[in-house]
């Protein structure tokens, strides 16, 4: 499972790199390492002599400066995206694990200096290799109920340009690991702290430099928008978990619609209202013991 995870991560890599390389609008590929360090937020009796203890991880990015040639990216201010591989130390493996998660990162900028730069990022993933609540081996995690969860982590960061092709920069980040309920127990972990990052930057395509040898930001005056209007329809399913069961219950199906009707007035936003439908089999649990339970139980509108 965990060689058919990196290798479908390393897929999703190289054809980002592939695709960044063919668009010319995404000229600037920069490459970015990470040391994070902190401690995790205990909530857990069971844990807390084991979360007491600080933690250490380290993530590799890949990334593209936009340009401003995407309208969108000049009302967002010239923000960077791309994909990253991430990997945690913390204390207890047989008890948590050694997570590794693989990644998409955003980030944006708040305000820009002459070498500084202040900014926020968040990204959002899926993370592998815990040690998942077991009622015979590994009772004591009551955080985490399965080897596979999701990743997200935000922060705000500081970067100072130390060269031409060299970003040395400092965060404040949270990170937060959980499953959606897919399996028992789901308090998620948390961590909290900070890192450390350098970023290298690699000569820009198609000569679209600036006079410091980076990519060139290009503010231009745009256009209005012609406003619409859109209906946008979603559907999505998947498992639900209870406590009735501590990590050893049935996962049920759960399933959701949802219909927007939504005003575009600019290039980055929309307003709109909408209807949610849920459809939610465990709430089966509270029935036990009843027949023929009314299909509308299970069925919420919002």
């Known amino acids: 499972m965990h060689k058919k995870i990196t290798l479908f991560f390393l897929l999703i890599l190289f054809s980002f790199h592939i695709d960044a390389q063919e668009n010319k609008k995404r000229v600037h590929h920069f490459m970015e390492l990470k040391t994070h360090f902190g401690q995790p937020i205990i909530y857990s009796d069971s844990l807390s002599s084991t979360l007491n203890k600080s933690f250490f991880a380290a993530d590799l990015r890949w990334g593209v400066q936009t340009n401003g040639e995407r309208k969108q990216d000049q009302f967002l201010a010239f923000p960077t995206y791309g994909v990253g591989i991430y990997h945690a130390y913390l204390n207890s493996p047989d008890t948590l694990g050694r997570p590794w998660a693989a990644y998409f990162f955003y980030t944006g900028p708040i305000v820009r200096f002459s070498r500084f730069t202040l900014g926020y990022e968040a990204a959002l993933g899926v993370a592998w290799n815990f040690s998942p609540f077991d009622p015979i081996t590994n009772n004591k995690n009551d955080l985490i109920g399965s080897e596979i969860n ?146 509308s139980k299970y069925m919420f509108l919002g």
């Open 150 to 295: 999701a990743y997200f982590n935000g922060g705000l960061f500081l970067k100072y340009r130390l060269s031409n092709r060299l970003d040395l920069g400092a965060a404040v980040d949270f990170t937060h690991f959980s499953n959606g309920a897919m399996q028992t127990p789901n308090k998620g972990m948390n961590l909290r702290g900070g890192n450390l990052n350098l970023t290298y930057h690699f000569t820009p395509k198609h000569n679209a430099v600036s006079e410091d040898g980076r990519a060139e930001l290009i503010s231009r005056d745009l256009e209005k928008i012609s406003k619409y209007n859109e209906i946008a329809l979603y559907y999505a399913f998947g498992g639900k978990a209870t406590t009735m069961e501590y990590g050893t219950g049935p996962i049920y199906f759960a399933s959701t619609f949802v219909v927007d009707f939504n005003r575009r007035y600019s290039w980055i936003g929309k307003y709109g209202a909408g209807l949610d439908g849920f459809f939610d089999s465990s709430i089966s649990e509270d029935y036990l013991g009843q027949q023929n339970t009314p299909l």
